[in-house]
């Protein structure tokens, strides 16, 4: 019988309890509180352990969802234990910690590590890569990626104060809990050059950290990018318009559609509401199990992840932004 394990209980971590017990029902699933208290066994966890009490099991794999700023620790942990790991979003909190991790990894032959950003297992993200890997825009010109959903609508469970997001000291704020539109930018067109960020918080929500963000970064190819990142949108949104040399291409991540407009027609390039979204959760995971590495080329690398996690950094730096009362 083999393992598989979760550390942290939050939304995402029990979201993976659920789907580890789904694709290996015959098998042992751990459930591990990164706080060390006392909790209710979660739906699809086997048990509820501790970290050393994992270790001596010695799992397949590991799920780290515990907050951002635990994960270097543990992670380095079940690594020297020879246990591959798959890190949950964002890597850490802090570019220091990131790079520490990275020289780390890379000082000796150690399993598997890779980083939970799902959005690239949507079957519309992996869409608009080919079709941009394929010149359906020809010259991309520049591209705006847009999201935003009310932070107290996010989790019916508690306070949205409470959450990981509305707190510094566990990597909330919108550029760390929104960082998927920064990692597939990335994923899409290369390394990213931060040229000016907006950061700002507001009356209404009250929050110490930043609840929009709007970055306006570029490629080593010319692309002009705007990125908009918010905790305030009533009405939720998440989109990416690119304009290029054959056209515009829209890509809607919440109705999973691909559509290409030049100047006599439009075109879909995908389309499928009825998609699952918990699908690409499981293709995640799949991916990571797949020790032959042929399902893992849309995983998030620990190198892009830390990029990742400079980018948010210096936008912090350099802020020019406010409280808006």
């Not at 949950?88 to 950003?117: H, I, M, Q, R």
Request: proline share 3%.
């Amino acid at each position: 019988m083999s393992v598989y394990a979760v550390v942290g209980m939050g939304s995402i971590a029990k979201r993976h309890l659920k789907n580890l017990k789904f694709l290996y029902p015959n098998d042992s699933i751990y459930a591990v509180s990164s706080s060390g208290k006392n909790v209710e066994l979660p739906e699809g966890a086997s048990a509820v352990v501790s970290l050393s009490e994992l270790i001596a099991l010695k799992p397949n794999y590991v799920v780290l969802a515990s907050p951002a700023p635990y994960h270097i620790e543990t992670a380095k942990l079940l690594l020297e234990n020879q246990i591959p790991v798959l890190i949950e979003k964002p890597l850490t909190a802090k570019f220091s910690d990131a790079a520490e991790f990275l020289n780390f990894y890379k000082s000796k032959k150690y399993p598997s590590v890779a980083v939970g950003y799902c959005l690239r297992f949507l079957p519309s993200a992996l869409a608009v890569k080919s079709f941009l890997e394929l010149g359906g825009l020809g010259t991309v010109y520049n591209v705006h990626s847009v999201v935003g959903q009310f932070l107290p609508s996010w989790r019916s469970d508690k306070s949205y104060k409470d959450s990981v997001s509305a707190k510094a000291e566990l990597g909330g704020g919108a550029l760390l809990e929104l960082s998927h539109e920064l990692d597939y930018l990335q994923w899409l067109f290369g390394p990213l050059v931060l040229q000016h960020s907006w950061l700002r918080t507001t009356v209404e929500l009250g929050l110490q950290v930043e609840e929009i963000a709007d970055l306006i970064v570029t490629t080593e190819t010319g692309i002009f990018i705007s990125v908009h990142l918010d905790f305030v949108q009533k009405t939720t949104q998440r989109k990416c318009e690119f304009i290029g040399e054959k056209g515009n291409l829209y890509w809607d991540l919440i109705a999973n559609t691909v559509t290409f407009k030049d100047s006599t027609s439009t075109t879909t390039i995908y389309a499928d509401d009825q998609y699952d979204k918990n699908t690409m959760y499981l293709d995640m995971l799949k991916a990571f199990a797949d020790v032959g590495n042929l399902g893992r080329r849309e995983l998030a690398s620990l190198s892009s992840s830390a990029d990742v996690i400079e980018l948010i950094e210096l936008a912090k730096q350099t802020n020019k932004g406010k409280v808006i009362s």
